[in-house]
């Protein structure tokens, strides 16, 4: 009863005024990005700007009975609660009426609600029960598939939902498990397999015909990434042991393997793809480290050949997880970011529109409600996904530069609240809701400049919609909750 009746007196303080200034602004975005000038009034439950009135409403209250109830029950109550959203989801599935080709939506009545936001603070809830477990080690292979399968669970239900956007917002728990231990060649191996499927995709079919024209191979994308995985490979090698010979003898049987695939192909009758002879020079190498690993008992020389053989598993397997797991609409999206297509008519147009509703702001912007790019609504979905589009153009650079500010104070606060936590189980989920928040802002503001693919995920507390802020204030009120009793709970 103590912790209750004192919770308003601990809580932290500075981060509700962050939150609620962020709400209110958002408020007046959404307001000015679905302004008519025939319904004025603010209230007007017909249209966006008064429904946002309500979610925000609820969201208070929401966000006051979470800071009533005992924080305990996070925890003890943390697999429960993942088991059911588990079921939610996959009922979402046969049940959502399909919205735009998604099937993601639960109609309650009057209401629309989509699970998959509150899946977010869910998962961290079970992640941070999983981590705080006693004989938890991040280093287990069995800790490690447990993680794995709390977080991926959802992802694939909600990729299945066709909701892609919402599902990559689950790797932003990477970040949480390298705090909590989790060695940093896993961020690495992300940033190599991101890179890898820019390069494939890049170097696709749209390119054969130029690479042709210059005697380039027609698997020259397979060619680049295995060339990219190889001289990584050897860092690695380098890093760990400083085998210069190894290093040597390496590189010289991957020039030799190419330059006798050269000459054997200037014969007309002989047409041997420059793949195959990698995927030969990759076998041979794999036993040739793995002679090196009895040898000289050192993991370092086979874990290096295993990136390579994932490198050119990943490479290949990159055609069909663009072209089966991906919508048209999504693989016309990456290729007009990474300047394949050029569609402004099309999978192009929100971009293009975006941009030029901020550019149009200039330093000081045009003034609230006075953005013709968002009055003359050529901005879809300018209450939502590209909310901040509204801002750059009425408030320009000043106003777009200070709501980043304030997303950068939130994150730089989450984390410090994170930090001086004594529960590993607050911990992880503090540094959960930081992570997630980030994501967010980070492909939000990206794709809203065009230097993300649009994906479709909502900038926190900004986008209308009510089951992002009800998800978002849910996250961070859980947290703010188990900050307030911190003290309690050692």
């Given amino acids: 009863m103590n912790s209750k009746r004192n919770i308003f007196s601990t809580v932290d303080w500075t981060t509700i005024v962050i939150y609620l200034i962020m709400v209110v602004l958002g408020w007046f975005a959404v307001y000015s990005a679905s302004f008519d000038y025939e319904h004025t ?47 939610v989801l996959i009922v979402t599935i046969f049940v959502a009426p399909d919205v735009k080709g998604s099937h993601s939506w639960l109609v309650l009545g009057p209401v629309s609600i989509q699970p998959a936001e509150f899946s977010k603070f869910i998962t961290a809830l079970a992640l941070a029960k999983l981590i705080s477990t ?17 977080i991926c669970l959802p992802m694939l239900i909600i990729v299945l939902q066709q909701e892609t956007g919402s599902a990559l917002v689950f790797t932003a728990f990477v970040f949480v498990l390298y705090r909590e231990g989790l060695t940093g060649w896993v961020l690495f191996m992300g940033v190599s397999a991101i ?77 041997i793809p420059y793949s195959y002879a990698l995927l030969l020079f990759t076998s041979l190498e794999l036993l040739y480290c793995l002679g090196l690993t009895i040898y ?48 402004p008519d099309g999978a192009g147009y929100n971009v293009r ?6 550019g149009s702001g200039g330093f000081w912007g045009k003034g609230f409600l006075n953005g013709t790019q968002t009055k003359l609504k050529y901005v879809p979905e300018q209450e939502t996904d590209f909310i901040y589009c509204t801002i750059g153009e009425e408030k320009g650079f000043v106003g777009s530069v200070f709501v980043l500010l304030l997303y950068l104070g939130l994150l730089f606060r989450l984390i410090f609240l994170a930090e001086r936590q004594k529960s590993v189980f607050n ?26 693919p649009v994906i479709g995920i909502p900038l ?27 003290s309690e709970n050692i």
């Fill in 134 to 150: 006693y004989g938890f080690k991040m280093s287990s292979v069995r800790s490690l598939f447990m993680v794995g399968l709390i």
């Fill in 427 to 452: 911990r992880v989920y503090g540094y959960s809701v930081a992570s997630i928040m980030f994501f967010h802002l980070a492909v939000n503001v990206g794709m809203v400049i065009g230097l993300a």
């Fill in 195 to 271: 890179v890898y499927f820019v390069v494939s995709i890049i170097y696709a079919d749209t390119y054969i015909s130029n690479m042709l024209a210059f005697g380039m191979p027609e698997d020259w994308g397979k060619v680049i990434v295995f060339i990219l995985a190889f001289i990584t490979q050897l860092i690695i090698i380098f890093y760990n042991r400083r085998d210069i010979e190894t290093i040597k003898k390496l590189s010289i049987a991957l020039i030799i393997t190419m330059l006798v695939t050269y000459l054997l192909n200037l014969i007309k009758s002989v047409n």
């Fill in 296 to 343: 000289n008992r050192r993991k370092t020389y086979f874990l290096s050949v295993m990136f390579l053989v994932g490198s050119v598993l990943f490479s290949y397997s990159v055609n069909f997880m663009f072209t089966k797991v991906l919508q048209p609409h999504q693989q016309m999206r990456i290729k007009v970011t990474l300047g394949i297509e050029d569609d």
């Fill in 460 to 486: 926190p507390f900004f986008s209308y919609g009510g089951s992002s802020l009800w998800g978002f204030t849910i996250l961070l009120f859980i947290f703010l909750k188990l900050d307030g009793t911190r």
């Fill in 41 to 87: 009034d603010i209230f007007d439950f017909s249209l966006r700007h008064g429904k946002q009135i309500v979610w925000i409403a609820l969201g208070f209250l929401t966000a006051f009975l979470i800071l009533m109830v005992d924080e305990k029950i996070y925890d003890v109550f943390a697999y429960p609660i993942y088991a059911i959203m588990i079921l």
């Fill in 353 to 358: 529109q975006s941009e030029i509703a901020i």
